[in-house]
């Protein structure tokens, strides 16, 4: 029997990455099939879900996408410019586009977020270690952002999901935000410093990642660039809460936007789960139980969410279609110049 589960181990060890991504692949194809198969009876349901589809409101919904990839690439810009990287707007809205590909394509959400900062790292002379380190502090404004909507949606009356109260939740998670963003500002602030160097494992850890920890030291310079950052995260997430409300009007859902600033911030935290393909049929077997749970219809929810994907998966097909016409215009932009 030893035998046996020490072949299983090994096995697993060698196959690691291939065996997750595989079972990530089943639960988010799982997820979905089960959501279509679940809520829609037959066709006729799906064409009767669509049959008074206002498209003016759905064209509106996936115009917020185009707002979302701007202002993540002006707010990743400005992050870069405290480290004297000076990057354009066209090319990092490239690598924005790109990346949500690869959100979309790869076992975790963070694939595209590796790209965006290799990215970079190619374009100029920055270490990679600290590209890293500035996808990062972009990302926890994002997660802040969330944090602040989801405490709104608790001063708006949203306090609870299928008859279990969500405050406390709620309130640590924006608790954790706060600290978080106060870390960078000072990452000494707790001591975190002195009492990584007094135990060994975390001094190897600590130097391992002295790269990052300075880059996050120069951000204690930068307080009021990173209250801009953290108020361009507050309009994305407003962005987002737009684009699912505009979709759920486009199929006459009767949820208000206030219901979204609930919603949008819950679904979110919850597709962080690194348990499916890109937080794929979690993000929307979430959204579904959430908007019925407020009232939407069963059919019209899933079909809201699967539009919401579609939208995605559009946005990360034309980031895979620049991903594969870069290297031509690369090669262009050489022969010319020389």
């Not at 089943?26 to 799906?46: A, N």
């Not at 009767?48 to 990743?76: E, V």
């Not at 990302?139 to 949606?153: C, D, E, T």
């Not at 987002?240 to 006459?252: R, T």
């Amino acid at each position: 029997m030893k035998k046996v589960l020490n072949k299983i181990r090994n096995f697993y060890r060698k196959y690691k990455k291939i065996i997750n991504t595989a079972l990530r692949i089943i639960i988010s194809t799982g997820l979905i099939t089960y959501l279509v198969i679940s809520q829609f009876k037959d066709f006729k349901t799906i064409s009767g879900t669509l049959k008074d589809l206002n498209i003016l409101f759905l064209l509106l919904s996936f115009s917020t996408h185009i707002y979302g990839i701007w202002i993540t690439a002006y707010r990743w810009q400005t992050l870069l410019k405290t480290q004297n990287v000076n990057l354009s707007i066209l090319s990092l809205t490239s690598s924005t586009l790109i990346g949500q590909f690869f959100n979309n394509f790869l076992p975790t959400s963070i694939g595209g977020d590796v790209y965006r900062a290799y990215d970079v790292v190619k374009k100029s002379d920055f270490p990679m270690s600290s590209s890293i380190s500035v996808i990062v502090v972009e990302r926890l404004s994002g997660i802040i952002a969330s944090a602040v909507f989801a405490a709104a949606a608790l001063f708006l009356g949203f306090t609870a999901i299928g008859g279990k109260s969500i405050i406390i939740p709620i309130v640590i998670f924006l608790a954790v935000s706060i600290i978080i963003f106060f870390l960078i500002l000072n990452p000494n602030i707790f001591g975190l410093n002195k009492v990584a160097k007094k135990i060994k494992f975390l001094e190897k850890i600590l130097s391992r990642l002295r790269n990052v920890y300075n880059t996050f030291l120069t951000f204690k310079k930068y307080k009021w660039t990173l209250v801009k950052v953290i108020f361009y995260s507050l309009t994305l997430q407003f962005a987002v809460i737009i684009n699912y409300w505009l979709a759920s009007k486009a199929l006459g859902i009767p949820l208000d936007l206030t219901a979204f600033i609930f919603i949008v911030p819950v679904v979110s935290i919850i597709a962080m789960l690194p348990i499916s393909l890109g937080g794929i049929g979690v993000r929307e077997g979430s959204l579904v139980f959430l908007m019925v749970s407020l009232g939407a219809q069963n059919a019209k929810a899933a079909m809201c969410s699967l539009l919401l994907f579609a939208m995605l998966l559009i946005i990360g097909i034309a980031g895979g279609l620049i991903y594969a016409i870069r290297p031509f215009l690369a090669k262009k932009e050489k022969e010319r110049l020389i």
